[in-house]
């Protein structure tokens, strides 16, 4: 219940109470209350929190909040109880004027989940408008002449509110001659008419004033004063008179400026000076600033002066007097009531208002995302409005009250294919022609962590030269992420692992935001040939996300590693082998067998006599691959009993490395050299039957040795061939350096009778025991894992008759 004071004019104060109607309904989607004007500040409305079904606790929490579209912020909601109160001064008069509904429309938004209601406060009016008169004296001429009944019409009050707080009642002051009469015009409205009910006689009065009060119909009743002054004419005693006491007109808004109303004609039955009129308008209501009318005194044209907008007001109440040129002169009055035809001279308004900018990539379908009002000043077809969304997208308009539209999401979004959307609301009337209106919409996408970093390639061969300074960059790894800020910022991470017994950290390190892979260590081709771990790339998304590329180091060999010569040779004494002087050319005295730690080229050993142990012309030589010292010629008694040979065992590294081996020569007789074999052969079979059945094998090993040989050189010249033609077809060998798997190298050497296989992995010696020809050297080809060599038929044939042949023949040494 709230009350309101208001002062009505003179001395008199009323005090009365306004009674605070609040009613709610729920229809056409909105509720209804309704609350009187000048209410205090405080006043009451509804529960409208209760009315909505919200819970009050919910409402600070759910961001409940009121807009109200074009209006000062006249109420408020308290978010402690959810009422509605009054929270500034309401003038209905001010607000909507003399229009019989006056209502403020409320949009209540709450959100978690966002919901839309619309209010509707219907502004009651109260009586706090006296009735005012246009003048505060009204000038009355009256012939002496006037017979009785004769009527008079007044300019009669207005009162600002409507109802029955404006309907008004008259009254006159107590006099002798005049009474006052109330005439009902089509309208409904009354206007006060003087009715001479006693002959005037000027010469006894000749003026009389009176006091016309109009009351309203509210309560406490407000009233309104106006003195009438009354003139007695002297006899000129017929006035002019209208065709009509009332006109109606209608005209077009768009009507020129200069266009005729209305052409007026009113007669006086008098003669001469009596009977000439002259027309005037006496006033128009409502008063317009646009729009004016002029009238011709003397032919009663009423011209348009300015613009006629239906949107302004429309309807003109013009009231005209005809006056002739009596003495007194007397007055004919009429009305003329001017409808103002709308027609479609306004484009629609439309307003945006936004809530959920920018929109997230998982947000889901159906989230409004603004609110979007439209209006028309236009009437009937012209005002209505109905909107559409342009460009095609995935976001809809859907209609939720009258002139009211939520922008709402129709299906996913991604961010990454496109990162924002320029909507355009086209709002268009029903008129004829049409006129529309735009308003753009910029909806940003924002990112969510919905991408993992990715790399170019799912594993990297890296190729790394041993004996590396420790912190050598070896790789650098790259990762994208297509999302947005955080969500793209990669680091980078080693998936820790046990590389034999130490942890993968000890050999490698990766700098977490470049992605830079460093050896931590010198790298050692001998102890490890191939690294293989994983780098891990994470964003810094929530939650994060992440995913992993492989790395194959290979561990490229450098000529680190001199040659080791091999018992019995390997000692600091020379070994004594015995010759006999009838030896033939070529017979092989004795073999010096030695190995490289190292691989391929470096792992590739040449013997040679060193000459300054050699004097004159020896008849001895040493096989440049073989390793095999034979005589050059037939041995003479000048060659001396003893020999001392320095044979020199260098790689093909660069540098190269060597090493030396001492051999003793003894030249003997054929009898005694007979006899050096045959206690070595009693001593084999002293020994047992076992040494007696290797002897046996080697000799058997030393006829078929240039057989195996022939057919190993030939099935490895094939092989070559098919490598170099295969890796013809493909694509040539990576130099040093560059990202992809080593190719394995075959070499076979025919002429030099040996034959030798290296790759970039762990090597095996292999050589046949006692053969008295020609020596073997394999090194073991282990093939590629997950890359093209491995499909490659040759090196898988080569692999199989390596390992097959070799362990069944030959002796293996690691």
């Given amino acids: 219940m709230g009350i309101s004071q208001r002062g009505g004019l003179g001395a008199r104060q009323l005090l009365f109470s306004l009674l605070l109607h609040t009613a709610w309904e729920v229809g056409s989607g909105q509720i209804h209350y309704s609350v009187q004007e000048e209410a205090k500040h405080g006043t009451f409305v509804g529960r409208i929190a209760q ?106 009050a207005s009162d600002a509110d409507i109802g029955a707080n404006s309907l008004l009642k008259y009254q006159l002051s107590h006099n002798d001659y005049l009474t006052l009469e109330m005439i009902t015009k089509n309208d409904k409205r009354i206007v006060p008419e003087l009715v001479l009910h006693n002959l005037l006689d000027r010469e006894e009065t000749p003026e009389i004033s009176l006091l016309l009060t109009a009351t309203d119909g509210g309560k406490p009743e407000l009233t309104g004063t106006v003195e009438l002054l009354i003139t007695v004419l002297d006899v000129n005693d017929n006035p002019p008179k209208f065709d009509k006491s009332e006109y109606k007109v209608k005209l077009f808004e768009n009507s020129p400026n200069g266009t005729l109303m209305i052409k007026l004609n009113a007669s006086d039955a008098d003669k001469g000076i009596n009977g000439e009129i002259s027309y005037a308008i006496k006033r128009i209501s409502p008063e317009s600033e646009k729009c004016v009318f002029i009238m011709n005194s003397v032919t009663g044209d009423i011209l348009i002066h300015g613009e006629l907008d239906f949107e302004d007001n429309s309807v003109y109440e013009i009231q005209v007097t005809a006056t002739d040129r009596g003495a007194p002169p007397m007055v004919g009055h009429c009305t003329i009531l001017l409808e103002v035809v709308d027609i479609n001279d306004n484009a629609p308004e439309v307003s945006v208002t936004s809530l959920s900018l920018p929109v997230l990539e998982n947000t889901p379908p159906g989230t409004v995302i603004a609110l979007i009002s439209v209006s028309d000043r ?23 009250f009258r002139n009211y539209y939520s922008l709402v999401l129709d299906s996913s979004v991604d961010r990454e294919s496109v990162p924002a959307y320029e909507l355009v609301v086209t709002a268009r009337d029903g008129g004829t022609p049409v006129f529309w209106a735009t308003a753009r919409v910029s909806v940003g996408i924002g990112d969510v962590n919905d991408n993992a970093p990715s790399f170019e390639q799912p594993v990297y061969t890296v190729f790394v030269k041993e004996n590396n300074p420790p912190g050598h960059h070896i790789f650098t790894v790259t990762a994208s992420d297509p999302d947005a800020q955080e969500n793209a910022l990669v680091s980078y991470s080693l998936v820790e692992r046990r590389v034999g017994e130490r942890p993968l950290s000890s050999y490698v390190s990766v700098h977490s935001e470049s992605g830079k892979v460093y050896a931590l260590q010198p790298l050692d ?91 004159g012309h020896s008849p001895f030589r040493v096989g440049l691959y073989t390793g095999e010292i034979s005589t050059t010629r037939t041995l003479e008694e000048s060659d001396g009993p003893r020999k001392v040979l320095l044979v020199l065992v260098k790689d093909h590294g660069k540098p190269a490395l060597s090493a030396t081996a001492t051999v003793s020569i003894s030249l003997v007789e054929n009898g005694l050299l007979v006899k050096a074999l045959s206690f070595n052969a ?133």
């Avoid at 236009?378 to 939720?400: E, H, I, K, Y």
């Avoid at 490598?723 to 798997?741: D, N, S, T």
């Fill in 51 to 156: 009315d909505l079904g919200l819970e009050v606790e919910e409402l600070v929490t759910r961001l409940f909040r009121v807009v109200s579209k074009g209006r000062r912020d006249y109420l408020e909601v308290n978010v402690q109880n959810g009422i509605l109160f009054v929270n500034s001064r309401i003038d209905r008069e001010e607000l909507c004027g003399r229009s019989p509904v006056c209502s403020i429309h409320l949009e209540v938004i709450v959100e978690k989940p966002l919901q839309v209601f619309h209010v509707e406060v219907e502004i009651k009016d109260i009586n706090d408008n006296p009735p005012v008169f246009p003048e505060k004296q009204q000038n009355v001429f009256i012939s002496e002449s006037r017979l009785l009944d004769s009527h008079f019409p007044l300019e009669g």
């Fill in 378 to 400: 236009d009437s009937g077809a012209n005002g209505q409005v109905t909107c559409s969304l342009s460009p095609p997208g995935p976001f809809t308009l859907v209609s939720t």
């Fill in 525 to 615: 081709h001998e102890e490890l040939e191939l690294l293989q771990f994983q780098v891990s790339a994470r964003d810094s998304g929530f939650p994060p996300l992440s995913s992993n590329v492989s790395l194959q180091v290979f561990v490229l060999d450098e000529n680190d590693n001199a040659p080791t010569v091999l018992p019995p040779h390997s000692g600091d004494s020379p070994v004594t082998e015995l010759v006999s002087q009838s030896a033939a050319v070529g017979h092989v005295v004795a073999k010096i067998r030695a190995v490289d730690a190292d691989s391929g080229y470096n792992a590739w050993l040449s013997y040679e006599l060193l000459p300054e142990v050699v004097t």
């Fill in 682 to 814: 009693a001593a084999a079979a002293a020994a047992g039957p076992a040494s007696e059945a290797r002897v046996r094998k080697e000799a058997a090993l030393v006829d078929v040795n240039v057989y195996l040989i022939i057919a190993i050189c030939s099935v490895s010249s094939l092989l070559v061939l098919s490598l170099l033609l295969y890796v013809a077809l493909r694509r040539p060998a990576p130099p040093q350096g560059v990202y992809g798997p080593g190719k394995p190298t075959l070499a076979c050497s025919s002429e030099v009778e040996s034959w030798s296989y290296s790759q970039q992995r762990r090597q095996k010696v292999c050589s046949g025991e006692a053969s008295a020809k020609t020596d073997l050297m394999a090194f073991s080809p282990n093939l590629p894992q997950a890359n093209e060599e491995s499909q490659n038929p040759c090196l898988i044939v080569s692999y199989l008759f390596n390992c097959v042949f070799f362990k069944s023949k030959f002796k293996i040494w690691d």
